[in-house]
């Protein structure tokens, strides 16, 4: 006979001191019915077909299943070790006879405890097993039980699997053995006592549903959920009555995801371009031919390749086509990932107003890097919203692992590429993921690293069944193939496939029969002939050398600062190179004529980025008049160039960043295409003031002398790629790069594997090695059975794991010290003393702080002092935790010493951002 559940054993404490601990029993009830809730109004239709196909019951079936699974959870709490933790809670269990303890009395997590006892019994409650436990479908929700934390435990072996008291006493016999027994069957029976699946579900099903158990995990345990239902429960007729503690629960439930603001994404109907976009009247050729053909091709996910130069409307593009795959993949989220933070910034903005006005129910938009919440816009100090309410993330969503679960969700490519990735919570990422359809931009900005996580990432969403869309200016051939292979290859399709995109055109590739379909090359409003100048330079000979890359940079521009108008662009690929540049330009002309040169790169404060960022705008943006919005902002008038002539001195951060518009562009050499990407910021708007130096496209590429890449570059870019970028471009016919026409061919021809010289092949040997190396990295392809689900999260911080090599960085906050040696914020050391005891509540300094903060090389600080240490009272502030102190002295008023470390100096100049000489 079954025991009576004993509702003494606690489950939640903290925050009931005047209540009283909360059952065990009555929150894993909480959980079930969350967890009913969330597949009824939170997951997508093609979510729910997933879990339920993946252990091939019906729908309905699934539902159950994944209640009652929520609700073990935390069978692992009834065990010793867990109610010890509360000796006030626990007092009279631990001295009841029926519950004794162990000898060993060491701690053991409660969910390691889930995953232990969980598979038994389940199969005493009918669930098929095997001697091998990788063979059992118990074992596998055992599994999934223990990863309600973040991480899959280690599989069981046979004997732990049918004895686990017994192998392991720490979890407690006797009447810890039957009461987690009864809890079981408790649940099972408020669950409508589902029956055992048929069959061993596919890693896809497994991380979805896992990560609906913790999300309803979550909600379950939030405080005033579990106040609430501890009152209700405290006062009701009978405690004990668990049927009727199940139906609280179920009422409470749908405003519990409310107010956190989780909700499948609606969207208006819009059966064509123009529903969704009526601004656009006449769309360009590449939106009007996806949205002619796309909506009869599909009939389900898919993957689609978007390849067209930049200007093209991509965006709206893409938009568009997910409407249209998400709506025939039962996937209606949205989710946007780009290569860089400035970019991701800037498109958030844009997919705030455009589902404001698409979606027909409030969806929150969030942002999801690093430094997002630095973002004034999307952070504002104050309770002032100005963007559309229903659009607006509150912070619960905006928590840790929570972002993707948004029903759209803006982002940088590593916050997706993070779920390729074994780290802790990734099925939070896959939760999210799998609801959407799923966006890349700049598919191409990636090394081969970046690219082998990519694959991993499409191999899973192409078994998931998620939408994908990658849009590129510049997709080689052989990349489009291996994204697109990668894709088909996860949606179960091993047949090879070779893609050969139409530039500018668009590829689909069907999930459910790998069909590939592909567009014919499409008109473009882009069209144009753009001359490209060569100069070989001596890269780093003094100005007075007429050979020299600073001496052609002047007479380059000349004829600009002749005429006394326009506006140009030089790209540098080193931040030393923009900075001995903009300092050279800013003393190479003098007198009214003399240009206003501004300089844009990575190794700027925040703050000073953003301001200097907005100036570009305004001054070389896409031409906007000023205007005044019925609600009251102003908004002023941008592309407005200034009666001065304007040389915008950049390097990378220029290329993807920035909608700006140039009379005519320079370029030190890269690879062909980020020179492409260059190009398309020359003559990219209608103007009506072109100055007659600059009639027609064009761009100066300055090549070094000698060996590429020169010295001062270090390995930015391959020897191999710069030579055959080279020889690429002096084999345009006349100079001239026909656009679109030729793109395709000249990144085919400079991306194409080489193997007969010793440039090419170390560039391919690199390239094999970084995707080897990316292979050790990736959780484990779904193209084979996943019977242990542990190598999926073995990484318990996230910060161990790189989605870019390379990219290992710190951040410094430039500070100036007195004679004393204490840091000031301001340059005078005297006005702004560095704040050491900050509330960690105090989001308005912490963000003031972040914003003058730089991102460097870690290297930079290898044998650091003891001055560069920050306050010890910040190690419990997360943004501040790793943040190092760059100390510049001042010796007296206006006298400033570089901080010097490894023979190297480094100031914060106001001009030229950080400088390390």
């Known amino acids: 006979m079954r025991p009576p559940i004993d509702d003494r054993l606690w489950g939640k404490s903290d925050g009931l001191e005047d209540m009283g601990p909360y059952p065990v029993i009555s929150h894993l009830i909480d959980t079930a019915a969350i967890a009913g809730q969330l597949w009824d109004n939170y997951l997508t239709a093609g979510q729910r077909d997933i879990i339920a196909k993946g252990w091939g019951v019906t729908e309905a ?22 109610q010890r933790q509360d000796q006030e809670a626990a007092a009279a269990l631990l001295k009841d006879p029926a519950y004794p303890v162990p000898d060993d009395r060491s701690s053991i997590r409660h969910e390691r405890v889930s995953h232990l ?39 069981l072996n046979a004997r732990t699997l049918t004895g686990p008291e017994d192998q392991e006493p720490r979890v407690g016999a006797a009447g810890w053995s039957a009461q987690r027994a009864a809890h079981l069957h408790t649940v099972h029976d408020l669950c409508g006592s589902p029956e055992p699946p048929t069959q061993f579900a596919p890693g896809g099903a497994c991380v979805i549903a896992t990560g609906l158990i913790v999300l309803a995990d979550w909600l379950a345990s939030r405080l005033g959920w579990v ?15 668990w049927s009727a503690h199940a139906e609280r629960a179920q009422k409470a439930a749908p405003q519990a995801i409310a107010e956190v603001q989780l909700a499948a994404a609606v969207w208006k109907p819009a059966e064509s371009f123009t529903d969704m976009f009526p601004s656009i009247t006449d769309p360009y050729p590449l939106q009007a031919d996806l949205a002619e053909h796309l909506p009869a091709l599909v009939d389900g996910p898919g993957l689609l390749v978007i390849t067209a130069p930049t200007g093209d409307g ?164 052989s990349i489009a193939t291996r994204l697109a292979a990668a894709y088909r290859t996860g949606a179960g399709h091993t047949s090879p496939v070779t893609i050969a995109p139409t530039y500018p055109g668009w590829t689909h590739i069907d999930a459910t029969t790998g069909t590939v379909t592909t567009s014919e090359t499409l008109p473009t409003t882009r069209a144009r002939r753009l001359a490209v100048n060569l100069h070989h330079v001596h890269h780093q000979a003094s100005p007075t050398n007429p050979d020299s890359r600073l001496a052609t940079l002047t007479r380059t521009l000349q004829p600009m600062i002749d005429e006394g108008r326009g506006c140009a662009a030089i790209v540098c690929n080193t931040v030393a190179d923009a900075q001995t540049t903009a300092r050279h330009l800013r003393s190479a002309w003098s007198g009214p004529s003399a240009p206003l040169v501004q300089l844009l790169h990575a190794r700027m404060p925040a703050r000073q980025r953003q301001g200097v960022t907005r100036r570009i705008e305004n001054w070389a943006g896409k031409p906007r008049a000023a205007r005044t919005t019925p609600d009251g902002p102003y908004t002023p008038a941008r592309g407005r160039r200034p009666p001065r002539p304007v040389i915008v001195v950049a390097t990378q951060v220029i290329e993807q960043s920035l909608d700006v518009d140039f009379d005519h562009v320079i370029s030190d050499l890269a690879p062909i295409a980020l020179l492409l990407q260059r190009a398309g910021r020359c003559h990219r708007h209608p103007r009506t003031d072109r100055p007659a130096w600059a009639p027609t496209p064009a761009m100066t590429v300055l090549i070094p002398t000698g ?18 970028t080279v020889t690429a471009i002096q084999g345009l016919t006349s100079g001239i790069c026909a656009i679109p026409e ?4 000249l990144v085919d021809q400079v991306y194409a594997a080489d193997w007969t010289t010793t440039a090419g092949t170390n560039d391919l040997a690199t390239e094999q090695a970084m995707r080897a190396l990316a292979d050790t990295a990736t959780i484990p392809t779904p193209t084979r059975p996943i019977r242990d689900l542990h190598p999926l999260t073995t990484i318990d911080d996230e910060d161990l794991l790189v989605t870019r090599l390379g990219a290992d960085s710190i951040r410094v906050l430039p500070v100036w010290a007195d004679t004393h040696g ?76 570089p901080y010097q470390l490894n023979g190297k100096t480094h100031h914060l100049s106001r001009l030229d951002g950080l400088v390390r000489e």
């Open 742 to 745: 030729d793109v395709q061919a």
């Open 314 to 477: 991509k965006t709206e593009t893409a938009l568009f086509a997910a409407h249209v795959l998400g709506h025939a993949a039962h996937t209606e989220g949205l989710g946007v990932f780009l290569p860089t933070m400035a970019t991701t910034d800037a498109l958030h903005a844009r997919i705030t107003e455009h589902v404001a006005q698409a979606a027909s129910i409030p969806m929150p938009v969030t942002l999801l890097h690093s430094m997002a919440w630095l973002n004034a816009d999307y952070n504002p100090d104050t309770d002032r919203i100005l963007t559309d309410a229903s659009t607006v993330a509150a912070e619960w969503i905006k928590g840790r692992h929570r972002g993707l679960l948004a029903g759209v969700a803006v982002g940088t490519w590593d916050t997706a590429a993070l779920a390729a990735l074994p780290v802790r919570y990734n099925v939070m990422r896959w939760l999210g993921l799998t609801g959407k359809t799923v966006i890349i931009d700049e598919a191409h900005a990636y090394d081969a690293y970046g690219h082998r996580l990519t694959e991993r990432l499409l191999e899973w969403l192409g078994h998931t069944q998620t939408p994908v869309i990658l849009l590129s200016a510049t997709l080689t051939g």
């Open 822 to 897: 204490r840091p000031w914020l301001d340059r005078q050391a005297r006005h702004r003393p560095l704040p050491t005891h900050i509330d960690p509540r105090d989001t308005a300094t912490i963000r003031n702080l972040m914003a003058h903060t730089v991102q460097v090389d870690h290297r930079w600080l290898q044998g650091r002092g003891a001055d560069t240490s920050t306050p010890t009272t910040w190690r419990d502030i997360g943004a501040l935790r790793d943040v190092l102190l760059l100390p510049q002295r001042v010796t007296s008023p206006g006298r400033r010493r």
């Open 61 to 82: 079936h699934a539902r159950q299943l994944v209640m009652f699974w929520a609700g073990l959870h935390d069978l692992g709490k009834l065990c010793p070790a867990f």
């Open 227 to 241: 106040r609430a239902r501890h009152w209700e429960r405290q006062h009701s007729p009978d405690p004990r009555d």
């Open 707 to 724: 060996n590429l890449p020169p010295p001062r570059w270090g390995t930015v870019y391959s020897e191999n790629l710069l030579t055959r």
């Open 117 to 155: 006892t969980a598979p038994s019994l389940l199969v005493q409650a009918g669930y098929p097993t095997s001697s091998r436990p990788l063979r059992s479908i118990a074992h596998q929700i055992g599994q999934i039980l223990g990863g309600h934390h973040g991480t899959y435990g280690n599989a």
